[in-house]
């Protein structure tokens, strides 16, 4: 179905469900009323078919004790094949309460106390924040940006690992917040270097589904034909593919034995719980049925990314980063905006709820982060809103 009919079909008022994005405004922002461009989920319902799979298993009645059945495996190798050419073994597979929680307990189950773990920002904010928590030393690399565009120097990123005897390196693929999807020449050698210098790569890949314009995920597993899976473990999940994030069930790959042995050793001495019945059965049924609906909603989320870069062509020095890959937009308002009016700008005139580039990294003030899983009106009227301003200031 096309943009206009799918909005019809899906999109829902989420003010006064207690929703984190929408009712917690008052609490993050200081007012109730700005337009929620920041956490990362959609206004969208879920495909009919996880809605009629959970409501079949509400309606069983019996919330118990439960196991992940063989067909919830097989659904997540099925996916990954089909969509990335990642050729799972059911083996390889644990499955945990969602990819932050999975970081955290990496953090700690693959280094000791005072480790390095190297990031490469700007990041999402949870690997900073998984890693200072532990009490490891976080060593970050600030990608190379220019007008918009990240690239990475890779000599730079291996003296970083050097200098800092760094262990430990998680990877954002496809990058939150910049957009990219790496290449795999890019993947190669960001392996290679941490294979070189013993560092386990923890490769995030939440938003490997959200890829575009002719750009392909490519699983870090995948590269060099596996060549650096003894060194590798993957994370993904269905939350931001499908919008099912407190379904609280994702992904973790892990093919090297050894690292699976550690895995298992740690998990059952820190997490003696059980499966979460209602996202087995969420994240089953999507990667079974909710095929078309994937389709489609990649199509709202580009067709949102171009009618905000649209909307504010006439700013050439406001840089907005190409869209690759998930449904995160980077915008540098620098050229416009003073640092310290960031705040004020967005959101006293602007009237938006946005995440802030520093908390992507300290290098990254001056950038806002917009949400492009949400209805075009939105988008359109988060648009009006900062072009409006702009134009005020460049008067």
Same mark, same amino acid.
């Given at each position: 179905?096309?943009?206009?009919?799918?909005?019809?079909?899906?999109?829902?008022?989420?003010?006064?469900?207690?929703?984190?994005?929408?009712?917690?405004?008052?609490?993050?922002?200081?007012?109730?009323?700005?337009?929620?461009?920041?956490?990362?989920?959609?206004?969208?319902?879920?495909?009919?078919?996880?809605?009629?799979?959970?409501?079949?298993?509400?309606?069983?009645?019996?919330?118990?004790?439960?196991?992940?059945?063989?067909?919830?495996?097989?659904?997540?190798?099925?996916?990954?094949?089909?969509?990335?050419?990642?050729?799972?073994?059911? &083996?390889?597979?644990?499955?945990?309460?969602?990819?932050?929680?999975?970081?955290?307990?990496?953090?700690?189950?693959?280094? !000791?106390?005072? &480790?390095?773990?190297?990031?490469?920002?700007?990041?999402?904010?949870?690997?900073?924040?998984?890693?200072?928590?532990?009490?490891?030393?976080?060593?970050?690399?600030?990608?190379?940006?220019?007008?918009?565009?990240?690239?990475?120097?890779?000599?730079?990123?291996?003296?970083?690992?050097?200098?800092?005897?760094?262990?430990?390196?998680?990877?954002?693929?496809?990058?939150?917040?910049?957009?990219?999807?790496?290449?795999?020449?890019?993947?190669?050698?960001?392996?290679?270097?941490? !294979?070189?210098?013993?560092?386990?790569?923890?490769?995030?890949?939440?938003?490997?589904?959200?890829?575009?314009?002719?750009?392909?995920?490519?699983?870090?597993?995948?590269?060099?034909?596996?060549?650096?899976?003894?060194?590798?473990?993957?994370?993904?999940?269905?939350?931001?593919?499908?919008?099912?994030?407190?379904?609280?069930?994702?992904?973790?790959?892990?093919?090297?034995?050894?690292?699976?042995?550690?895995?298992?050793?740690?998990?059952?001495?820190?997490?003696?719980?059980?499966?979460?019945?209602?996202?087995?059965?969420?994240?089953?049924?999507?990667?079974?049925?909710?095929?078309?609906?994937?389709? &489609?909603?990649?199509?709202?989320?580009?067709?949102?990314? !171009?009618?905000?870069?649209?909307?504010?062509?006439?700013?050439?020095?406001?840089?907005?980063?190409?869209?690759?890959?998930?449904?995160?937009?980077?915008? &540098?308002?620098?050229?416009?905006?003073?640092?310290?009016?960031?705040?004020?700008?967005?959101?006293?005139?602007?009237?938006?709820?946005?995440?802030?580039?520093?908390?992507?990294?300290?290098?990254?003030?001056?950038?806002?982060?917009?949400?492009?899983?949400?209805?075009?009106?939105?988008?359109?009227?988060?648009?009006?809103?900062?072009?409006?301003?702009?134009?005020?200031?460049?008067?």
């Amino acid at each position: 179905m096309n943009v206009k009919e799918f909005c019809d079909n899906y999109y829902v008022e989420r003010t006064g469900t207690d929703s984190l994005k929408w009712d917690a405004l008052d609490t993050r922002y200081g007012n109730p009323d700005l337009i929620s461009m920041w956490v990362a989920d959609m206004e969208f319902k879920t495909p009919e078919c996880v809605r009629n799979a959970l409501e079949k298993r509400v309606k069983h009645g019996v919330y118990g004790y439960s196991f992940i059945p063989d067909s919830y495996y097989q659904a997540v190798i099925n996916w990954e094949e089909k969509h990335h050419g990642y050729h799972l073994d059911k &083996d390889w597979i644990r499955v945990t309460p969602g990819v932050v929680s999975a970081l955290y307990w990496m953090v700690n189950m693959y280094t !000791q106390k005072d &480790d390095s773990v190297i990031i490469m920002t700007p990041v999402y904010y949870p690997f900073h924040n998984c890693v200072t928590d532990n009490n490891r030393t976080l060593v970050t690399y600030d990608m190379e940006y220019d007008k918009g565009i990240f690239t990475i120097d890779f000599d730079a990123f291996e003296k970083k690992i050097i200098d800092n005897n760094v262990k430990m390196y998680i990877m954002c693929s496809p990058h939150n917040p910049a957009g990219r999807v790496w290449k795999e020449e890019e993947l190669e050698k960001m392996l290679e270097i941490c !294979q070189r210098h013993n560092v386990l790569v923890i490769s995030d890949e939440i938003h490997q589904d959200l890829v575009f314009e002719g750009h392909k995920h490519i699983p870090a597993a995948t590269v060099a034909n596996g060549k650096y899976t003894n060194n590798l473990i993957t994370a993904f999940a269905s939350s931001k593919t499908f919008n099912l994030a407190t379904c609280l069930t994702s992904t973790i790959v892990i093919e090297n034995e050894e690292l699976r042995n550690t895995w298992d050793e740690f998990t059952k001495i820190y997490n003696q719980v059980e499966v979460n019945l209602f996202g087995i059965t969420a994240v089953e049924a999507a990667l079974e049925g909710g095929e078309e609906w994937y389709n &489609d909603i990649k199509k709202v989320i580009y067709s949102n990314y !171009q009618l905000l870069v649209e909307g504010l062509k006439e700013f050439p020095k406001v840089y907005i980063s190409p869209l690759e890959g998930t449904y995160l937009v980077f915008i &540098d308002l620098r050229n416009h905006v003073s640092l310290d009016q960031i705040k004020e700008f967005t959101q006293n005139h602007c009237n938006l709820a946005v995440d802030y580039g520093e908390w992507f990294g300290a290098s990254w003030k001056g950038f806002i982060r917009l949400n492009m899983g949400t209805h075009p009106n939105i988008v359109k009227k988060a648009m009006e809103n900062i072009k409006e301003n702009l134009l005020k200031i460049t008067k």
